[in-house]
């Protein structure tokens, strides 16, 4: 699973993510993050700086999903689904964030 952001304003606040109860960390423009994953629904969060969204998904094996994490209007921040075309690219623009071991209770 990929999470990446597209390039924005230097000082852009980060989106700050969670897995489960998890916190995976905090996304800057335009980096992005990558987590290996077991097939199985994963329950994420982004959260911005008034609000946050959840999104669902379900990971199968050998299967690579791009999410781009992007903040609202409303001071919140989503999810959304990318294609592996659009999400290739934007992680090309980025470094990869550090990003920590998932525990497999999420």
């Known amino acids: 699973l990929y ?13 700050n993510i969670t897995m489960g109860r998890q916190p995976v960390g905090g996304i800057v423009p335009p980096n992005y993050m990558r987590f290996d994953l077991a097939p199985k629904l994963y ?9 946050n969204s959840e999104l669902i998904i379900t990971v199968a094996p050998g299967q690579t999903r791009f999410l ?7 001071g919140g921040a989503e999810l959304l689904e990318l294609s592996q075309e659009q999400g290739r ?18």
């Open 68 to 74: 781009l994490a992007q903040p609202t209007p409303n």
């Open 43 to 51: 329950d994420l969060r982004a959260y911005g700086t008034r609000s």
């Open 3 to 15: 999470i990446v952001r597209e390039p924005a304003q230097p000082d852009a606040p980060p989106i």
């Open 89 to 106: 690219k934007l992680a090309r623009k980025g470094e990869r964030m550090y990003t920590p071991e998932i525990n497999s209770e999420y």
